[in-house]
């Protein structure tokens, strides 16, 4: 699969911690789960270069964000570790999203003034 | 230990991440083969997908180790803020750590200086000072060795790899550069640059071919060259005269080197003896190398057996009965402070034990107000490791600022001592090697590592307290500490006990103080002035010239207005030179048995007047006057000690007396007649266990008489009717009109050379009493902290029974009655203590039992007492809560 332009484009400083901690909102994931939930819900366009997926989930445990420990993988015979939203790994999350459609908007507006 | 946990937590988290990362691979190929890929595509796609691995490992690794720095920062800035949120128990804590390791680490820089390094010569350990014993005589140590048996030495014993001679503490006037000037000299061999293995810092040393034609050469010390010559670089070869005799200056020696002791300005080539010249005398210290692979003892048998065979020819001679004690030179120069100086050690580290309880306690209080902080931050999950780290962090920043601040008075504390300690004077009263005593790497390291141990010690006592959470939770105030008032107590007793034993010790030693104090010196220390002048040898070159100035000096110092009586002696009580001039002793008529050894006694030439001016007691016969010296009679006085030794039971006055070995004299020796006794003076130090014989002449100018002083250095005594030292001015003016060339050294008071004579005893009297009144006023701080914080632990009870009708005076005495057992129970450890280590500072003492009654009664009494009143303020203050507010607290 060619990788388009918009792939190539680094993430902005954070954003990386914005997707993970999104990923999670709906419940625990491990981390290839969490890689390929942002691949899909992007419809491919965000990759995430699965190795720098840990030093992001590593910095989210010790702000205390999220929580991860070994569990059994449902229908399948092996454990994986699963990373857990906190309280304060909501919060922050709804702190970052509203900072980033803040962000968003003000970039739409200067992209795109209104005719 | 606590690094080995930690690397296998890092293993730890490593083996966890491996397995994620495998984890994940698995499952991002699995999904592909679901897809219908080849597995080895399949394979390849994930880890494509992935990036590199050890790359993601290694980024990880980094992050993990970054936090750990930082989390121990943080934790740090949360301690000290914690810390200064309660700026009474830090101050608290920070200063009596800081007293106590500042303390241990001064003493333990003398210690380590002055005992434990090696001098500061090549190979050190192999120099041995040549000492000698004679078993049979009544001279117990012999620290100076003849000319003869130095040759006999040289040539002969295979033990030693080189010798040298030296005369520690001569005097000479500098002339020409300025005013005249007393110098110390030591006059040295040239070997003694060889067999210490030092070199000059400038120049060279002298060369035995200048030694043998007699050329004056002479080697500065680094501090007179440059008090004296401000460094010039140009110094070597420059022309000084020292006593007259223009000589030579061929080097500079570092300012590390300071043999035989700090004071010498200078050292000169000895005018050499040669074997035909050499004698019996003993002038000379010596120091030797001993031959790689000898030991001390070898070289003690071997220069016995060669002491022995030295002169066969004549039965009585002393050498027959030498025994050598060859010494190392480290034991030989600080042997006589060692055990007071261990003791000193040990004193200051009992200090320190009496800090640390106090600290300890003041971390009990501080571990239980936080108790139930504590239980909730553990109840919420924090782990062992949070709350050591939490207490760790707090006692080792308290720790290291106590080391750091302890250190600086250290600093400072080893600058007085190397300034007012008593680092020259006779061996018995000073500290050898103070001038080397600096704060260093290996003191600086002992303090670091002093307060890591207290930081671990202290940090873990809330950790062993906080064993349950339910149960601290459970506790109130009122239940919380029985048992801990027990560690209390316990702690309480504990500085008791060590700081009684410390004011016992320092009890002792005062009272030996006192004792050496009041010893009757046999002359009258009040309102005398001494000095000492040497004449030139170039402008005084034979006894008659040396008499004639000796008495014009007398004469014009004698009409000086306020002096009462002028005299003068080759040698005063307590002089530094100590025997400065001694001999055996034959009297007429008594032939010695083969093997024995005649008395050996101290000789001393005075002018007349001597006794009278030093009001020394005549006992019978008369004294010398300035007729017997004018008339050059030829008589002796002898003190009591000499009667008693050669004359027991007889009337001496009338018998004759002369010195010499016959055998070596080619002239028969004159004949002395003894004309009076006189009461005894310290030869060798105030302590010294019996008085030494004493025999005075008069000045001869012509008389041949053997072993007669030299005259050409005299101290004077100046009985004076107004202050001593207000003359001094006068004096100098006064021998400058005889002599412009001569110069006054040792000027001080009789009162001066007494106090000098008890330095060293002073010197530990001082250190182990600031010692013991800093763990007393520890201690007594310590209690009553602990006993306030009891009271304020029990004031719910107190306000119960004040309520019920108990009186506050029966309140105090109750709290009282609790401090006082322990006062009590303390106080008998302690003095058990100081029983049982009694005889360790034995060594120190003088003329007390370490058992006194009245130094153990008293010292328990002052203890007892201080001890109470601490105990009594806070009972007070509990006694007179109203009972509603002492229950509102609970």
Known sequence: MPRTATTRVELLQGTLDMLVLRALLFGPLHGHAIATHIQRTSEDVLRVDHGSLYPALYRLKTRGWITASWEPMPDRNREAKYYRLTAAGKRRLSAEHSKWRQLARAIGLVMEPAR | ?890
């Open chain 2, 1 to 890: 230990m606590r690094d080995l946990r930690f690397w296998r937590r890092r293993n730890a988290e490593d083996d966890d991440l491996d397995r994620e990362l495998r984890v994940h691979l698995e499952l991002a190929t699995e999904e592909r083969l679901e897809a219908g890929v080849p597995l080895r595509d399949a394979q390849l796609a994930a880890r494509r997908e992935f990036g590199s691995v050890a790359l993601t490992k290694e980024e990880l690794r980094d992050m993990r180790r970054g936090a750990a720095v930082e989390r121990l920062w943080q934790e740090t800035r949360y301690a000290a803020r914690r810390l200064l949120r309660s700026p009474a128990f830090t101050a608290a804590t920070v200063l009596t750590l800081a007293l106590a390791i500042g303390a241990n680490a001064s003493i333990f820089a003398v210690v380590y200086r002055v005992v434990l390094n090696p001098l500061p010569y090549g190979d050190s350990e192999r120099l041995v000072a040549l000492e000698f014993s004679l078993p049979v005589g009544n001279v117990r140590k012999i620290y100076y060795i003849p000319s003869r048996l130095y040759f006999q030495y040289l040539e002969r014993a295979h033990t030693l790899d080189g010798l040298a001679l030296y005369v520690a503490t001569n005097e000479l006037t500098l002339t020409g550069h300025g005013s005249p000037e007393r110098i110390r000299v030591s006059r040295t061999t040239p070997s003694l640059a060889s067999v210490l293995r030092v070199t000059p810092a400038i120049g060279r040393w002298f060369d035995s071919d200048e030694a043998a034609r007699g050329a004056s050469t002479a080697v500065l010390s680094y501090g007179f060259w440059v008090r004296r010559f401000g460094q010039d670089p140009n110094v070597v070869g420059r022309p000084i005269t020292l006593d007259g005799v223009p000589t030579v200056v061929v080097g500079v020696m570092p300012a590390s080197f300071a043999f035989p002791d700090p004071r010498v300005d200078v050292w000169v080539a000895a005018p050499f003896i040669t074997r035909t010249t050499a004698t019996d005398a003993y002038t000379f210290a010596a120091v030797a190398r001993l031959r790689d692979g000898a030991t001390i003892a070898q070289a003690r048998s071997e220069l016995t057996r060669l002491a022995v065979d030295l002169d066969p020819s004549y039965p009585n001679n002393g050498y027959k009965a030498l025994v050598s004690t060859a010494t190392a030179l480290l034991e030989a120069t600080v042997g006589s402070i060692r055990v007071t100086l261990w003791i000193l050690l040990a004193s200051v580290g009992v200090v320190l034990l009496v800090a640390c309880a106090n600290v300890a306690n003041l971390f009990l209080v501080r571990s239980e107000v936080r108790q139930r902080e504590i239980a909730m931050r553990r109840a919420l999950g924090a782990g062992n490791r949070a709350i050591a780290h939490y207490f760790l962090t707090e006692s080792t920043l308290l720790s290291l600022a106590g080391g750091a601040v302890g250190l600086a008075l250290a600093w400072i504390a080893i600058k007085v001592l190397v300034a007012f300690g008593p680092a020259v004077g006779p061996w018995w009263a000073n500290v050898p090697r103070l001038h080397e005593v600096r704060l260093d790497a290996v003191v600086c390291t002992i303090a670091v590592a002093l307060s890591l141990a207290a930081a671990l010690a202290f940090g873990s006592i809330p950790l062993v307290r906080f064993t349950s959470v339910v149960e601290s939770l459970h506790e109130s105030r009122s239940t919380a500490s029985r048992s801990r008032h027990r560690t209390r107590h316990l702690l309480m007793a504990g500085q008791i006990a060590l700081a009684l034993v410390l004011l016992v010790a320092s009890g002792l030693t005062l009272r030996s103080f006192q004792r050496l104090r009041a010893v009757d010196p046999g002359f009258d220390a009040a309102s005398a002035l001494t000095f000492r002048i040497g004449l030139p040898r170039i402008d005084y070159p034979e006894p008659g010239r040396m008499a004639a100035a000796h008495r014009a000096i007398i004469d014009r110092v004698s009409a000086l207005s306020g002096v009462a009586a002028v005299s003068a002696s080759t040698c005063l009580p307590l002089s530094e030179q100590q025997l400065c001039q001694g001999g055996p002793l034959f009297i007429e008529g008594r032939s010695l048995p083969p093997g024995v050894i005649a008395p050996f006694v101290a000789i001393r030439a005075v002018d007349g007047g001597y006794f009278e001016t030093m009001r020394m007691r005549v006992i019978s016969g008369r004294g010398i006057e300035r007729g017997d010296v004018e008339r050059e009679e030829p008589i002796v006085v002898v003190n009591q000690a000499l009667v008693n030794a050669a004359f027991p039971g007889q009337d001496p006055i009338g018998k004759r007396v002369r010195f010499g070995n016959p055998s070596l004299s080619r002239t028969a020796p004159e004949w002395l007649t003894v004309a009076g006794v006189v009461g005894n003076t310290p030869t060798f130090g105030l302590a010294e266990p019996a008085p030494f014989p004493q025999l005075y002449m008069p000045i001869f100018r012509s008389r041949r008489v053997n072993m007669a002083p030299r005259l050409d250095a005299m101290s004077y005594v100046v009985r004076t009717k107004v202050a001593p030292q207000s003359l001094a001015d006068a004096v100098r003016r006064a021998v400058g009109e005889v002599d412009a060339n001569l110069a006054l050294a040792q000027v001080q008071t009789l009162q001066d050379i007494l106090e000098r004579s008890a330095a060293q005893m002073a010197f530990t009297m001082v250190l182990l009493a600031i010692a013991a009144s800093v763990s007393l006023l520890l201690g007594i701080v310590g209690i009553y902290g602990a006993m306030s914080y009891i009271v304020s632990q029990r004031t719910g009870e107190i306000g119960i029974r004040l309520a019920l009708g108990a009186n506050p005076g029966s309140v105090a005495r109750m709290i009282v009655r609790q401090g006082g057992v322990v006062g009590l129970a303390g106080a008998a450890v302690g003095l058990a203590a100081a029983f049982a280590g009694g005889r360790l500072i034995q060594s120190l003492l003088y003329g007390v039992s370490p058992h006194e009654p009245s130094v153990l009664a008293g010292t328990t009494a002052l203890l007892l007492t201080v001890v109470l009143l601490a105990c009594w303020l806070p009972a007070r203050r509990a006694a007179r809560l109203s009972p509603l507010d002492a229950l509102r607290t609970e």
